[in-house]
């Protein structure tokens, strides 16, 4: 590839030509092998279960991608015992080592960047560049973990020597990995978000038991299949495949884990951060759950700008993402003149087979968010007004597929729930605001605390900064108002209810997160 460009969802929006050629290359040979049977991988074994469960393309039900394995409450204990057990040779090889093996990992990963990424474009109905962008994301999560440990130098630290008389005092503090992590991600980014909490938990020791949401087993077996092929030792990563609530839950509850990272939505993961707090002692918890993203644009913005990156935040991946743009604030002046841009930017996004160069929005990504999609639509049409969209689409094509029309709403009542709820999906609600003191309040009365954005003048954008409560906030940003986070330049990471740990995944502050400290006090 061109070597000076550099794939990330900032940049992706004009991609050298042979990024097309090679997806399209891959994505051929891809189709060419769909439907295979595939199996768990614990302690290093290929493990198959007596249930099976069936993946298909939202794009076209019709298309069986793959066969995986229903694991359950016995396949959890299984694949936990293998990471115990390898936990004490990994955790005792020294980080260096381990530093080596997951560039490795990572390398692999680049090196099936197409591959992988036909594969999410097929599993997620992610259109070409964003599946790309989730793939070349993990790769890059993993080496910034790499990246801190090394400038770290494994986090050993001398700490002060107490002032004795007649004796020498040497304080060392140490930074030691917990054991056997657990992660639990979803369907949304599937390789990033199990690769990039997967990188830090094994780079710092950890070893680990994966598993994937019931609507991305696949792509996650080839983000597996990386780690497994750069010579991870057996049972350092295992990777489990079935419905979260009877093997999920059945991780949860084992006294075996001694960490987890969750991603997912609200609901599941307080459930889990409720039922992992029943241990004999609390364990680390980190969670990355939804958003309820606002983007408000103030009289002095560039609308061109802020039309620009609301819609490609409120639309990327059908408006799956935790970070959309769900929610919009305009002040008056500006409303009529940014709302006429923002549905015409919108009537213009093609719909159709994600994996098409030409497309935008792909399918939603199951049954029940293309019910649920439906059934919000008509609340909103009666309590609001659409201004465009509103539709699921069922012609040709797409009668096969869960295809909806990207949709904007105005005029619903600010007591609405769905003001508050996490749609996740291709729709946003729009509100007129008289002051930007009454967007900001909106903006901040809701449980999340994920991402914002503002267009506006300089001395807005400080304002905003300083009230806004979220964990990503962007500012003038056309290549997306609320989204678009990418390691060691945006670390992600949310508060309130869109987050445990207060601190950002492939930032300065994460990998200790996978680490107990331990004081080694030596007189002489
Ligand atoms: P989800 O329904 O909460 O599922 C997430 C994962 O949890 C899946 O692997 C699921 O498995 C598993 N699970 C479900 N019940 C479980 C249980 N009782 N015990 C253990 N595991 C269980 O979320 P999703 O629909 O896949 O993803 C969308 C949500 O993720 C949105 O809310 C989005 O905002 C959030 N998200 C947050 C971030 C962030 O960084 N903050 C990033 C991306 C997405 P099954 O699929 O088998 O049920
Ligand atoms: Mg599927």
């Known amino acids: 590839m061109a070597e000076a460009f550099k794939l990330t969802y900032a940049t992706m929006f004009n991609p050298p030509e042979e990024l097309h050629t090679r997806f399209d290359a891959a994505l051929a040979d891809t ?41 359950d409450e016995k396949h959890a204990h299984q694949a ?34 197409f591959k992988i990424g036909a594969a999410m474009s097929m599993e997620v109905g992610k259109n070409r560049m964003e599946a790309l962008g989730d793939v070349a994301e993990t790769a890059d999560l993993i080496r910034y973990a790499c990246y801190q440990m090394e400038k770290n130098q494994g986090f050993v630290v001398e700490m002060g020597r107490d002032p004795l008389v007649g004796y020498t005092a040497t304080n060392t503090s140490v930074l030691r990995p917990y054991g056997v992590w657990l992660v639990v991600s979803p ?39 990386c780690f497994r092929d750069a010579g991870l030792p057996d049972g350092v990563m295992n990777y489990v495949t079935g419905p979260g609530r009877t093997i999920g839950q059945a991780l949860i509850e084992s006294p075996e884990v001694d960490g987890v990272t969750f991603t997912g939505s609200y609901d599941v993961g307080m459930k889990i951060f409720r039922d992992f707090a029943n241990g004999r002692w609390a364990r680390p918890t980190i969670l990355e759950l939804g958003g309820k993203n ?55 996004l093609v719909i159709g087979d994600p994996t098409e160069r030409s497309v935008y929005l792909g399918p939603v990504v199951n049954k029940s968010a293309y019910l649920d999609y439906q059934r919000f639509i008509a609340d909103l049409g009666e309590n609001g007004r659409i201004l465009t969209g509103g539709k699921v689409l069922t012609e040709g094509a797409f009668s096969k597929g869960y295809f909806c029309s990207p949709t904007l709403v105005d005029d619903l009542p600010m007591d609405h729930h769905l003001w508050k709820e996490e749609m996740f999906l291709p729709i946003s609600t729009i509100a007129k605001v008289k002051s930007l003191d009454e967007a900001m309040a909106y903006a901040n009365d809701v449980s999340y605390g994920l991402t914002a954005g503002i267009y506006g003048s300089d001395e807005e954008v400080k304002w905003f900064f300083d009230k806004i409560e979220a964990g990503v906030t962007y500012a003038n940003r056309p290549q997306g108002a609320t989204t678009g986070a990418w390691p060691g330049f945006q670390p992600f990471g949310g508060w309130k209810g869109s987050g445990s740990s207060g601190k950002n995944a492939g930032g300065y502050y994460y990998l200790q997160l996978y680490m107990h400290e331990q004081i080694h006090t030596l007189i002489r």
């Not at 794009?59 to 394995?69: E, P, R």
């Open 294 to 348: 606002p983007g408000i644009v103030t009289r002095n913005a560039d609308l061109e700008r802020a039309a620009v990156g609301i819609i490609r935040s409120a639309f990327g991946l059908q408006g799956q993402k935790c970070s959309a743009c769900s929610r919009i604030y305009i002040e008056e002046p500006v409303y009529d003149k940014l709302v006429t841009k923002l549905v015409d930017m919108t009537n213009k």
């Open 187 to 225: 369907f949304n980014f599937p390789t990033a978000l199990t690769g990039g909490p997967a990188g830090a938990a094994l780079v710092t020791g950890n070893t680990i038991v994966m598993k994937p949401a019931t609507d991305t087993p696949w792509v996650v077996r080839l983000l597996a299949e």
């Open 80 to 113: 936990l015992a293998a990471a115990r057990k390898a936990f004490p040779v990994w955790s005792h090889m020294p980080w260096q080592e381990r530093v080596a093996l997951l560039r490795k990992a990572a390398d692999l990963i680049d090196e099936r960047l």
């Open 31 to 71: 189709k060419a092998a769909l439907g295979k049977d595939y199996a768990m991988i614990i302690d290093g074994k290929e493990v198959f279960a007596s249930e099976k469960f069936e993946d298909r393309s939202p794009a076209n039900t019709d298309v069986v991608l793959g066969t995986f394995q229903k694991g």
